[in-house]
């Protein structure tokens, strides 16, 4: 399989603790997403990486959160303390980029923080 | 009011009907469009995207676009109980082309 995946696919933690969400983009894509859906709600755009730079961040992404791609392939999602309200679908997308911003996701990571 | 609006749903259909799911959008960038289908507890799939008005076709889906409504349509012919799906449509402007500008998604339900 050459899609986006994502790891784990579940993920159950404690208030306060700390968890890593890590995505493998397609191999040729250059750009890498990162969003969070809650239910009956579309993505919200969290944070992107042009290659190992990342370009953007979006308000939500409080400084709990980090996230890295050093070397230009795979990304790691962190978040520290973690919080009820981070519970979520955790989505990680990639696009070759240009033009054709045609983004491709993995199945996500559902946390749930109890 | 949000940038791209999609009604909610849900959306019932017999098996066999057309259906019809829409969007509207407020910014007049020069933009493009894609349509997205979710599975439950699943990422989004891309099913088609659009960059001009008229429409686009794919198998049993068109893409419809109205630059002058502001309005875009995802049409499904010969709906299937493997439709069922929450089918969510995404803006992107030319000029910031790393963000996505979602709708809530339209959930769709096909009977059999």
């Known amino acids: 399989d050459t899609g986006v995946s994502q790891d784990p696919r579940h993920k159950i933690t404690k208030r306060g603790q700390n968890v890593t969400f890590r995505c493998d983009p397609i191999s040729e894509h250059n750009r890498l997403y990162w969003y969070r859906q809650t239910l009956g709600q579309g993505p919200e755009f969290l944070t992107y990486f042009q290659n190992e730079a990342q370009l953007e961040k979006s308000r939500l992404l409080s400084d709990r959160f980090s996230a890295e791609r050093p070397k230009g392939s795979f990304s790691t999602l962190e978040i520290q303390r973690t919080e009820q309200g981070d519970s979520a679908m955790y989505l990680c997308a990639s696009s070759l980029g240009g033009q054709q911003e045609t983004q491709y996701f993995g199945p996500g990571t559902r946390l749930l923080v109890l | ?112």
């Not at chain 2, 493009?32 to 289908?37: E, I, S």
């Not at chain 2, 992107?92 to 096909?110: E, H, P, R, V």
Request: glycine content about 8%.
């Open chain 2, 1 to 112: 009011q949000k940038e791209v609006e999609q009604d909610p749903g849900p959306l019932s259909v017999p098996e066999g009907a057309i259906v019809s799911l829409n969007c509207t959008y407020s910014n007049s960038a020069f933009q493009y469009f894609m349509w997205y289908r979710q599975y439950s507890r699943k990422g989004p799939e891309l099913l088609m995207y659009t960059y001009s008005s008229g429409n686009k076709e794919d198998g049993r889906f068109t893409a419809q676009v109205d630059k002058s409504s502001k309005y875009i349509s995802l049409f499904i012919r010969d709906s299937q109980p493997s439709d069922s799906a929450t089918y969510l449509c995404a803006r992107g402007l030319m000029d910031s082309n790393y963000q996505l500008i979602w709708g809530a998604g339209t959930k769709l339900i096909i009977k059999p």
